[in-house]
């Protein structure tokens, strides 16, 4: 009797230490859900990710209003954003995530100069800032870095923040575009994209006025003379940013 009974304990054990390294396993695995206008770079990401053992893909959309509803259901663990989507801003959803989920990870990919956008990004809340330009694997590292409760920048970008730390009572504007706050970069570069004031207006969730208003701020702080010198100003940066 006592040896059935002992047997019985043992399988019990063995049961219960089964489900629990598969119930580890689960756990381990990092879930990540991605927010990309580009479906190729969706695809391509989502096959790069799920061939690691470690994470998973638990969805994706093109849109950043209905990532939020999405990222809600798929509860993931980080969140890859570009700053570029349809009919929204990568930059407004990153608060709007960590207003959703203030443990939420969020990693920013995409093609924009780190240097004007990466500090930005992660004062809105993301964790790391990585440029499409970077090799693949550099990606899974970022996912991971961040994944872990770091921060993940390139190099060049971590020494500039270093540098910055130390010159916070001197002022030090590398380019005139620093000047401008987020909400004035975003609808600058809108501008330089071809958007109207309209549409900026219904992309940020802003009245006509208020776009407006920062159209003439933007113009102080650039030292422009006319809403035409703006834009030609602004369509340049855009072909040079997207030029790399």
């Known amino acids: 009797m006592r040896l059935i ?6 399988d019990a054990r063995q049961g219960a230490d089964m489900m629990n390294r598969e119930l580890g396993a689960r756990k381990a695995k990092g879930r990540v859900f991605l927010v ?3 479906p190729i770079v969706r695809h391509g990401l989502t096959q790069l990710i799920n061939r690691e053992p470690d994470l998973m893909v638990c969805g994706e959309s093109e849109d950043g209003s209905k990532a939020l509803t999405a990222v809600e259901a798929a509860k993931p663990d980080l969140v890859v954003v570009d700053l570029t989507l349809k ?3 990568g930059f407004s959803l990153i608060k709007d995530l960590c207003a959703l ?3 939420l990870f969020i990693l920013v990919l995409t093609i924009h100069e780190e240097s004007l956008y990466a500090e930005r990004c992660l004062r809105a809340g993301a964790k790391g800032y990585l440029m499409k330009e970077e090799a693949m694997e550099n ?5 991971r870095r961040v994944l872990a409760g770091q921060i993940y920048l390139s190099d060049a970008m971590q020494s500039k923040l270093f540098r910055a730390t130390g010159k916070r009572n001197e002022t030090v504007i590398a380019s005139p575009l620093e000047r401008l706050s987020d909400r004035e970069l975003e609808i600058f570069r809108l501008l330089g994209q071809g958007v109207g004031t309209s549409q900026i207006a219904k992309l940020l969730h802003l009245s006509v ?3 407006e208003s920062h159209r003439a701020r933007i113009k102080d702080k650039l ?4 809403a035409m010198e703006l834009i030609q100003h602004a369509v340049k940066w855009v072909e040079t940013e997207s030029l790399g």
């Open 36 to 38: 990309d206008d580009h």
């Open 101 to 103: 989920d203030p443990k």
């Open 139 to 143: 990606v899974l590292i970022a996912i």
């Open 223 to 226: 030292d422009v003379r006319n």
């Open 209 to 211: 006025s208020t776009v």
């Open 87 to 89: 009919r929204s801003s």
């Open 5 to 10: 009974a002992g047997k019985k304990r043992r």
